[in-house]
């Protein structure tokens, strides 16, 4: 399997990386609150750390919804995270003409799973030289995700990561089907699990999507046991208050113990053949 370096880090090589911070930036303090105290946790257990969040979701449900501060600000307040903490940044692109300028900041450019097939936004974000994530999105099969990985080799990148984040079960619904993670590892590329938005109910709250938070600790230990190189989790200090996706957080004050968790069940299943 290819290894995808970002920094210091090294997917695929062997240590369980975790990409994790608020579903969008909620200005730079509450922000680099959520970073700061989730590196510590990583910093204790022995986990790579990689910040993540997003300066639009241009998806959201309804337009009424919270999108973020922008591109230009939410730039800034990534660029002093990544600066405050000295982490890799990982932040969506949801537009051709954003994959230079976010690149810049961010190590990691993020492909929406609702957006994973858009040849042009693959083209792009793969000739910046960044390292690309796509989110398997939830109307594919796992197979069908080795013509997005043709698309970004054949726009010469190597840097590539492939992310489970669900699949469309009827209306209002997700499930986990754990056959694609070893099906997308077999195009040889590392896979990453999110383990929150993979809990969504997309649009189960009407204008907006809710969650079902109980259930993340049980597909996150579960992923580990068939085997991923990276876990992505939202989280959020108050997700009561989060503008977004806050039914599917990880409450901050929970987090150590769902990795701890997590990483005994990735110790164990590391020894075994798979």
């Known amino acids: ?72 600000e939410g730039l800034k307040i990534l660029a002093a995270i990544k600066s405050e903490l000295n982490v890799p940044i990982i932040t969506d692109i949801h537009e051709s003409s954003q994959a230079a300028p976010v690149a810049e900041v961010a190590d990691i450019l993020q492909i929406p799973a609702f957006l994973c097939r858009q040849t042009d936004l693959l083209v792009a974000a793969a000739k910046t030289g960044r390292a690309v994530n796509v989110k398997k999105g939830q109307f594919l099969s796992p197979t069908e995700m080795k013509n997005v990985v043709k698309k970004l080799e054949e726009s010469g990148t190597k840097k590539i990561l492939l992310t ?7 209306y209002n619904n997700l499930v ?57 989790l939202e989280v959020h200090d108050k997700p009561e208050e989060a503008l977004s996706d806050g039914a599917n957080m990880v409450r901050l004050e929970r987090l150590e113990e769902l990795l701890k968790n997590v990483l005994a069940v990735y110790e164990v299943a590391s020894t075994l053949d798979r």
């Open 176 to 232: 986990v089907d754990f056959r694609g993670l070893p099906i997308m590892h077999s195009f040889g590329y590392p896979v990453i699990f999110d383990g929150t938005h993979s809990v969504q109910l997309p649009g189960g709250a009407g204008n907006s999507s809710s969650g079902q938070r109980e259930f993340i600790k049980y597909l996150t230990r579960a992923a580990a046991a068939v085997g991923i190189d990276g876990l992505f």
């Open 1 to 72: 399997m290819n290894t995808v370096k970002v920094g210091d880090i090294k997917f695929g090589g062997g240590k369980l990386i975790l990409l994790a911070g608020p579903c969008v930036l909620e200005g730079l303090e509450r922000s680099l609150l959520i970073g700061r105290r989730t590196k510590e946790i990583a910093d204790k257990l022995g986990m790579p750390y990689i910040f993540k969040a997003s300066f639009d979701k241009a998806n959201r449900s309804s337009i009424e919804s919270f999108r973020g501060p922008g591109m230009k």
């Open 164 to 170: 489970d984040r669900g699949t469309s079960f009827g």
